[in-house]
């Protein structure tokens, strides 16, 4: 079992930046490929980024891509989504989560293992 928490959600204007922190416990944190998806009322949650195990490849959404970035640190088994220049459509419930098995299917929820509870982001215009 992996354990995910988020945090760093809350509210922001538009145009402003926020930083996404997920902690992992459980097991080995390199061992997994991490990704970021979102989740905003009456819609389906959507791919938002990934990362590899080592951290030497990474996916964006093209919604995000050149504003969002993600990272990770395998020493402190956390991954990071740093979001600049937010519109109030980015506005939504953000999941941090972790596959073993992504291989090329990191856009797609059902290739990902294990879910943290989510943190809410708000953008107001």
């Known amino acids: 079992q992996v354990q995910l928490v988020e945090s760093g959600g809350g509210l922001v204007q538009a145009g402003g930046s926020l930083r996404l922190s997920c902690a992992a416990s459980?097991?080995?944190?390199?061992?997994?490929?991490m990704g970021w998806f979102r989740q905003a009322p009456g819609k389906e949650r959507e791919f938002v980024a990934a990362?590899?195990?080592?951290?030497?490849?990474?996916y964006y959404a093209d919604s995000v891509k050149g504003r969002f970035t993600i990272s990770r640190d395998n020493a402190k088994n956390t991954v990071y989504l740093q979001m600049n220049a937010l519109k109030p459509e980015d506005t939504a419930v953000y999941y941090c989560?972790?596959?073993?098995?992504?291989?090329?299917?990191?856009?797609?929820?059902?290739?990902?293992?294990?879910w943290g509870q989510g943190t809410q982001v708000t953008v107001s215009s």
């Open positions: 459980g097991r080995t944190f390199s061992n997994y490929v």
């Open positions: 990362i590899s195990r080592i951290g030497g490849v990474t």
């Open positions: 989560t972790a596959g073993a098995y992504v291989s090329n299917r990191f856009g797609r929820a059902g290739s990902y293992d294990y």
